[in-house]
């Protein structure tokens, strides 16, 4: 996900490939460039947050992670980190982890160029 500061919108990109040594892949899709302006952020987690469920088996979901991205955007990207996990499992309601979580968080500072 690219998070735009500017606007604070989302941008959703789908991976291209597997992560390096998953499987062996016949066809490789072409990578891109995004533009990151200053306070951007750039997203990567593991679907096992999106896909994290409550008791109720509703779904963590994109949308979910997308609205803490436009409240906690201006956090340091630890802080940013540790309202994500908390959020998600707050929303499992105690529910057993099903997959892995990892999260990747990239900040354009201001004044970078």
Known sequence: M???AADESCEWHRPTTFPVGIMELKEITGSHTLRMDPGDVLVLLSDGIYEYES????PMGEERVAELLKYHHRLPMAQLSKQILSATYEHGEGVPQQDDITLVLLRRLPGEK
Do not use: L, T
């Open 2 to 4: 690219h998070f735009r």
């Open 55 to 58: 008791k109720q088996g509703v």
